[in-house]
């Protein structure tokens, strides 16, 4: 299963990234396939693991702050067990026959 | 907490009420606060049963298709125990002195 | 054309109804057709006119906010022009044999 | 402004690489900075250049499927033109004390 997790304090003010930081510590410390980006963290491995690491994200960002809104987007497909994170973008990049890692 | 809860087959067609269904079905009987709309279900409850809920709906729709596209928007407050499903809509009517529901 | 939007400013404390209620106001002015829940607000409309709304209303809130969250989802068939708004709803009622309007 | 674009086309069958290559074919032409993840691509730019290319990306994937799914997330700040792509990563790994760029 493939998820992207994004966790956004609400009433904190304008500068997120202390706040944000404690949730990608979580996500490091999982052991867990991940990819930060811009707006939020990919991560990649088993369901269960992957809900109860979202469910983690949530309440940490709870104990720092009165108002927690979280988005998650969750990708899973029966026939592709594991390395999603990779094949998703390199299957784009094979069909534009262009590497687009920057 | 309040979430909401989209989740779609991929793969299935263009025809997708009949999964949404199923999945519906699970939230329905789940006992908690809901309302249905037309790009999502918005649910309402203990954050431990709403997770539970989230999960067992992506897992029925795996059930069912090959692929599962879910996505769930969370959001907590911790001074704001239940009603938040009723009383957020309230909240911006109010400010616009205008009953919007139609 | 059906979309759902939520726009959220960022740094302007937790209780937000008197922001987001300048943005449904826009969305009520617009003439289109729409729902508003506890999540977002839900709209339909010729495409044109559905993503100029969208635009509008991120830029009302940038004129409330130093900063704002806004997340759209879109949801568009070619063979279904018009009434997705309470089509989709009631196609999952009907397959639940179940009338969900509260 | 800061966007991320993610489109799906529904009735497609299980394998999506190929339609999303065209979506980013097109995110790759307009010139802006982007960066292309597992589940979406993230767009930096102008906000109106933003706005059309979040529209177009829609509407090539709407020549392609019958229906079409696009989920978009936006942030943007005022104090803050250009760059935030890279950024946001950065404070958050400045925060962590960790290079996370894998």
């Known amino acids: 299963m493939i998820a992207e997790i994004s966790v956004i304090p609400i009433g904190k003010g304008v500068d997120l990234a202390s706040y944000v ?17 811009a707006m939020g963290t990919v991560v990649e491995g088993d369901g269960d693991r992957v809900f109860d ?3 983690k994200c949530h309440h940490k ?19 592709n067990k594991g390395k999603m994170l990779e094949h ?3 299957a784009v990049e094979k069909e534009l026959g262009k590497n687009l890692k920057k």
Chains 1, 2, 3, 4 share one sequence.
Request: glycine residues 2%; charged residues 40%.
């Open 53 to 55: 690491l979202i469910k």
């Open 21 to 37: 930081a404690k949730v990608v510590k979580i996500i490091d410390e999982s052991g867990l396939d991940y990819k930060l980006h």
């Open 88 to 90: 998703k973008v390199q």
């Open 61 to 79: 960002m709870l104990e720092l702050s009165e108002r927690v809104y979280t988005t998650v987007k969750i990708d899973e497909r029966k026939d």
